[in-house]
């Protein structure tokens, strides 16, 4: 008898202790299989997070693609004053514009006043302004000084507005007799215009939203900002990206098979090789000038402000060259908008290749450029880049067998040691502004004399086959 309950005794202890083992395995794989999906939740949220930044470029991406539109509508009115004031009037009373939002139509004088405006009714909400319209002045200064359109951000009588003025080939009567000289386009970004570009990015949502005192740093946000720096508002969106999709998998299998947790892993982790280079194609596509494949302002903002940061450690001087071509306007109302757009990615792959693996160039606007210079510490190096730029566009682009010429201005200004992006970038405008009134082909340092370049001497164009080349 003593020795069955011996026995017994022993029986028990050896199922205990084989029940505390397996509830240690347990235990322990319910551990791992926690930490597993902890760091896998982490990486899903780091994804999350990548693919909202992307969300943000091609919103802003679609929005300069669309102010980019409306110069050169604005643009080719400019450029018919006669017809300029019917297909204005046309515009405005097109409110079926549903589809691409309402647009505004205003004659200006050279200082800025406004003399006329589409509809009839808008005139005096443009006038009736306690204060002049954010970037409003900056805006009609570029396009009196300059031979094509320019756009951009500004706040108008009904908030935030994609605007584009360009300056008339001819006057056209204004108010009163007064004569107007400067035409400019505005569409509000209001629901019709934000709706249609949500639609285009797939997004749930795309809203306007007031600019708090003090913005913080979000990745479903996107700062609307003047040409001068002056922040009228900012777009929110809800892109229906799905959030802890990963966590709802992998819950179950805490207390499943590891062998299906092990399926799960290898599933999810090339489910993250192929979202990670879907990120990085999208990165790269939202960075692009859709018509030249040059950078666009989004890649200018980040390039330049990461080398900024880099020759601020290292001593490295930065050189900023502003280019805006001359008679560009002139090209597309002789030879049609498609032979403009040729135009355009032929001179950014002149200018591309005229540059060096570390420099970088991107579009800005309808027929501006910038460069960023790197390594431009030694002495005139920034000033021999522009004999080279302007030596490449003074030659002939051909066009079936007729060549079209164009020329270009330059400014140039080399980045202070700790200075902004904005700052540079506005120092150069100024320079460039200052080439620009010295006439043709010319370059301007800051704080220097414009100079005219001389181009080299022609040679008979001889017989050119490609369309622009």
């Given at each position: 008898?003593?020795?069955?309950?011996t026995s017994a005794a022993r029986g028990g202890t050896g199922a205990r202790g084989r029940a505390a083992r397996l509830s240690v395995l347990t235990a322990l794989v319910s551990l791992?299989?926690?930490?597993?999906?902890?760091?896998l939740l982490l990486a899903e949220r780091r994804q999350h997070g990548a693919l909202e930044t992307v969300v943000g470029q091609l919103v802003n991406a679609a929005v300069e693609n669309h102010e980019h539109r409306l110069a050169r509508q604005a643009m080719v009115l400019a450029g018919r004053p006669g017809e300029a004031v019917p297909a204005i009037e046309a515009l405005a009373a097109d409110q079926g514009g549903a589809a691409e939002g309402s647009v505004e139509g205003l004659l200006?004088?050279?200082d800025g006043r406004v003399l006329r405006a589409f509809p009839e009714g808008a005139v005096q909400a443009w006038r009736s302004a306690a204060r002049p319209w954010p970037g409003l002045a900056t805006l009609l200064d570029h396009a009196a000084g300059g031979d094509g359109a320019t756009s951009g951000v500004i706040g108008g009588p009904d908030g935030p507005a994609l605007a584009a003025a360009a300056r008339l080939?001819?006057?056209?009567?204004?108010?009163?007799?007064?004569?107007?000289?400067?035409?400019?386009?505005?569409?509000?970004?209001?629901?019709?215009?934000?709706d249609r570009l949500a639609a285009q990015q797939g997004l749930v949502e795309l809203r306007l939203e007031e600019v708090p005192p003090a913005p913080a740093k979000d990745g479903q946000k996107l700062m609307l900002t003047t040409r001068d720096g002056v922040a009228v508002g900012r777009l929110a969106w809800t892109s229906g990206l799905a959030d802890g999709t990963l966590l709802d998998w992998v819950l179950p299998l805490l207390v499943g098979d590891v062998v299906l947790l092990l399926v799960l892993c290898g599933a999810v982790l090339h489910g993250q090789r192929e979202a990670s280079s879907r990120v990085r194609a999208a990165e790269r596509q939202a960075q692009l000038d859709v018509l030249t494949g040059l950078g666009n302002r989004a890649f200018l903002q980040e390039h330049l402000a990461a080398r900024l940061d880099a020759a601020g450690s290292s001593g490295e001087e930065l050189a900023l060259l502003y280019v805006d071509l001359d008679g560009f306007k002139t090209v597309n109302d002789t030879h049609g908008h498609a032979a403009g757009d040729r135009l355009l990615t032929a001179v950014g792959r002149r200018l591309r290749r005229a540059l060096r693996e570390d420099d970088a160039i991107a579009r800005v606007g309808g027929d501006e450029f910038i460069v960023v210079q790197a390594a431009a510490g030694q002495p005139g190096a920034a000033l021999l880049l522009c004999r080279r730029l302007l030596a490449q566009l003074s030659q002939p682009f051909g066009r079936g067998t007729e060549p079209l010429r164009i020329s270009a201005s330059i400014g140039v200004a080399v980045a202070r040691q700790g200075e902004a992006p904005a700052a540079l970038i506005e120092r150069a405008d100024q320079a460039l502004y200052r080439a620009k009134a010295a006439g043709p082909v010319a370059y301007c340092l800051t704080g220097g004399e414009p100079v005219r370049f001389r181009r080299p001497a022609e040679e008979p164009y001889g017989r050119i086959s490609r369309a622009v080349g």
């Open positions: 008898m003593l020795m069955r309950l791992g299989l926690g930490i597993v999906a902890g760091i200006l004088s050279l080939d001819q006057e056209v009567p204004g108010e009163n007799g007064e004569a107007a000289s400067l035409l400019m386009l505005v569409v509000p970004l209001g629901p019709p215009l934000l």
